[in-house]
């Protein structure tokens, strides 16, 4: 986690998806800005399945899918 951490803080831009289910959208963000490394993607979801399936879906370097509520990060 300390390295996807050190990601997020040397990107230009952090987009992140609160209650992002599965990934779909942000599996797309990450296709649509793919050659850009300045951006990191921060998916968050309180579901514990849905958070797995999103990280067998999205499949990135600069990519930190958290698995809690908004609230407890």
Known sequence: M??????IRLAEKVIVELGMGDGQVLQKLV???SGD??????GIE????LAQQARMRVKSQ???IINSMFEQI
């Open 46 to 49: 309180k579901d514990k399945i």
């Open 31 to 33: 296709e649509e800005y």
């Open 62 to 64: 600069n990519v930190m």
């Open 2 to 7: 300390k390295q996807n951490l050190r990601k």
């Open 37 to 42: 490394g300045t951006v990191a993607y921060v």
